[in-house]
C-alpha cells in the first residue's frame, strides 16, 4: 500500500486544525501529539475511501471529456454526397 507523504508545513497546519476542532467542538484541549496521531489514524482508515472517491471522480471527467471530443470530432465530418445516375 501506497504510504501518503504530506508535506511538513502542511502537516503542522492539519495538527493545528484538529488541535482546533477539539477546543471549538469539545472544549478540550489536546497536544501536537495526540493530534498527530488522530491525524495518522484519519488517514490511514479513510484516506483510502477519499483516495478511491477521488480516482472515481478523475475517471468520470475524463469519461465525459472524451464523450465531448468525440461529439465534437463527429461534428467536424463532412457529409459525402454520393454519386447519383
Known sequence: MMTLKI???EREQLVRNIQGYFIDERGEEIGDLAA?????????????YV????????????QDKMMNIEEDMD????PIELFKR
Open 7 to 9: 508535506p511538513k508545513e
Open 36 to 48: 498527530g496521531l488522530m491525524l495518522d489514524f484519519f488517514l490511514k482508515e479513510a484516506g483510502p
Open 51 to 62: 483516495y478511491n472517491q477521488g480516482v472515481r471522480d478523475a475517471k468520470k471527467l475524463l
Open 75 to 78: 461534428a467536424l465530418q463532412r
